[in-house]
């Protein structure tokens, strides 16, 4: 079977788009490569490989698992099934940390790195900043720091933590997170690609905020005098996650909206002493 036939085949399956994903990824060419090869022949063991990776796909299990990748601010993450895929949605929060952090970097914490897709961002796109990144899944923190490593952000640290548990008397700049906030009840952690992922880093408590409220209770002993906490949230979570960070004292809080026009991060200024 030529290559082109065996796209078109999969394209009825699983769509076009992901078939073509996959077949790269099988063939580990490019696009150019794929459209400029069509009628080769597709050698059996690659037939092969790509049939079970459609069957799989088609099965529900996200595409990023399939391939062990995906792509966040402009650089490819190694994933695996033990961290949440990186979202579109979150180079919001981490393009309002790069606009907070000061310009000589400082001490920055993430909470909850998972792949390490928003410290590993950070550290890469500011030398000067030294970032922790804290997760309680051991299994997490390996893939986090194979992509610290790929990135070749050496200012990073890696801790397995309860959120602050183990940071002592550390103080940041800037403190970012993606929490689990899915309420334990949904019914979307049962549905698409929510049903292969960490419940872990899903879900969090009956309203989704139990580990919001952790969080923000917690900032003010690590944050510095005028450092930021920025979390990202549900799509209908704003208004709570700004009155948590009012009731605990922060300053200037406001909400973010992302490409999509939704309420998606909330933070605060903890006031200078
Ligand atoms: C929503 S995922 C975010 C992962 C990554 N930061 C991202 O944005 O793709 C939440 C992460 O928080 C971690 N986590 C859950 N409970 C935790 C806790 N009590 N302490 C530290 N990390 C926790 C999970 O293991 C998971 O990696």
Redesign the pocket.
């Given at each position: 079977m030529t290559i082109a036939a065996a796209l078109a085949e999969a394209q009825q399956v699983i769509g076009r788009l992901e078939a073509r994903v996959l077949l790269r990824y099988v063939l580990r060419c490019d696009e150019a490569w794929l459209i400029a090869h069509g009628d080769d022949d597709l050698a059996s063991p690659q037939s092969a490989a790509f049939g079970v990776l459609i069957a799989r796909r088609a099965a529900g299990e996200p595409v990023a698992y399939l391939t062990g990748h995906r792509e966040?601010y402009g650089r490819e993450f190694v994933v695996t099934p033990?961290?949440?895929?990186?979202?579109p949605d979150?180079e919001l929060?981490v393009e309002l940390a790069l606009q907070r952090l000061p310009a000589n970097g400082g001490d920055v914490l993430?909470?909850?790195?998972?792949?390490?897709?928003?410290?590993v961002t950070i550290a890469a796109e500011r030398a000067q900043a030294r970032v922790t990144l804290?997760?309680?899944?051991a299994d997490?923190l390996d893939v986090a720091r194979e992509n610290a490593q790929r990135h070749a952000a050496a200012n990073t640290v890696l801790l397995?933590?309860?959120?602050y548990?183990a940071l002592g008397d550390a103080r940041y700049v800037l403190i970012v997170?993606?929490?689990?906030?899915i309420a334990s009840g949904d019914a979307h952690l049962q549905q698409g690609d929510l049903r292969f992922e960490?419940q872990?880093?899903?879900a969090?408590g009956t309203d989704g905020l139990a580990?919001m409220r952790?969080i923000v209770a917690g900032a003010p002993a690590h944050l510095a005098a005028g450092g930021w906490l920025l979390c990202?949230h549900g799509h209908d979570q704003a208004e709570a996650c700004t009155m948590l960070l009012q009731q605990s004292g922060f300053a200037e809080v406001f909400s973010a909206r992302d490409l999509a026009g939704i309420r998606r991060v909330s933070g605060g200024r903890w006031p200078p002493s």
């Open positions: 966040f033990a961290v949440l895929i990186p979202r979150t929060l993430d909470l909850g790195a998972g792949s390490g897709c928003i410290g804290v997760d309680a899944s997490a397995r933590s309860d959120w548990a997170s993606n929490p689990p906030y960490p872990s880093a899903l969090s580990d952790r990202e």
